[in-house]
Each structure stands twice: as C-alpha cells, then as structure tokens.
C-alpha cells in the first residue's frame, strides 16, 4: 500500500503541477508573473544598434551624391560661364563614373536669364566632350544651400584650424576679403 500510495500521490503531484502550469496561458498569469503567450506588439522590439546611424548615413550619401552634379554661383568665375578649375575637375569625374547620364546637371539661378542660359551651354559643351551625348541641364534651385564665395573658401580653408598662429588664409571677419579658388579674384565679382 505504501508503494501504490506513494506512486498516487506522484501522479496527482505531478498532474496539479502540470495543471497549474497549463492554466498559465489561460490565466495571462503564467507563472511567476511572465505571461509567455503574450502578443508583442509592432514596434516593442527595438531594431538591432546601428540602423538609426546607417539610414542617416544612407540619407546623406544619398544627398552628397545628387550635390556632386550641382553646380553653384561659386562654381563659375565670377559673373561669367566660365566654369572654375575645381569645377571642370568634377564635371570629369561625374563623367567619368556615369553620374553625368544617371541624373540631371543642375545650376544654381544667378538672376540674370542670358547669363543662366551661357552656363546652361558651358556645362553641357564640357559634358559632351567627355562623350555624354544629350546631357541634360537646367537650371533650378539646389536642394542644398550654397555657399557665398568668401564663405566657401573658409570652409575649404578649414576655418584656420591651423593653431600655429600663422598668418595664412584662415578665418576672417567678413570684408576681410580673400582671394582664392571659388571665383573672388575677378575683378568685379559679387558675392
């Protein structure tokens, strides 16, 4: 008797835990408190570290890229069509890696019709001596903002980061005036 009643209670035992522990979807109680057939809802989960940093970096890859056929007033000398040097550079380097054909030149308007409608015919001559066939330009407002000359040199400068105290280009005051690559050397240039 004592073998069958000891084997009883180890069945009935072992069914009141299974019973209990069963009844834990039913009661949304679980046991000790998880509840382990909840429903997670969208959005509980947080994305794997790094995808917020690699959208934002996509985003403004993304944004470098459509600026690289973008061509300001400090891409030109002065108030000319003119192309600057630095600018020719990146006409055949956008050539060069089919940028040209996949997405339109775009000038930055000066305000003046004539002198919008020279540069439209400077950079498409430019682009089709790098073999782009029809290339299409027009001018429209950049989605980036552009830089005044003076200000663009500094940025090329690096805002005189140099801490040697050198006398070299550096930051300046505005009106301090700097000659440079960005098209402030002509004579009457306006920025």
């Excluded at 985003?59 to 007033?73: M, N, P, R, S």
């Excluded at 690096?158 to 004579?187: I, K, L």
């Amino acid at each position: 008797m004592s073998t069958n009643t000891t084997i009883a209670s180890l069945i009935t035992s072992s069914l009141a835990v299974a019973l209990i522990t069963s009844s834990g979807c039913a009661s949304r109680g679980g046991i000790l408190g998880v509840d382990r057939c909840a429903d997670i809802p969208a959005g509980a989960i947080p994305e794997p570290a790094g995808v917020k940093i690699c959208d934002w970096q996509t985003a403004q890859v993304a944004g470098a890229l459509a600026d690289q056929t973008v061509f300001y007033k400090s891409d030109f000398i002065g108030d000319s069509a003119k192309i600057a040097p630095n600018s020719l550079n990146r006409i055949a380097r956008s050539a060069r890696s089919g940028l040209s054909t996949s997405q339109p030149s775009i000038i930055e308007p000066s305000g003046d019709e004539t002198l919008d409608a020279a540069r439209v015919t400077a950079v498409s001559l430019q682009l089709a001596s790098y073999g782009i066939t029809q290339p299409v330009v027009e001018v429209a407002i950049p989605a980036a903002i552009g830089m005044l000359g003076i200000r663009a040199e500094r940025v090329a400068d690096g805002f005189g980061n140099s801490g040697n105290g050198s006398s070299g280009g550096g930051y300046q005051p505005m009106g301090m005036g700097m000659g440079g690559a960005f098209g402030s050397t002509a004579p009457g240039a306006i920025y």
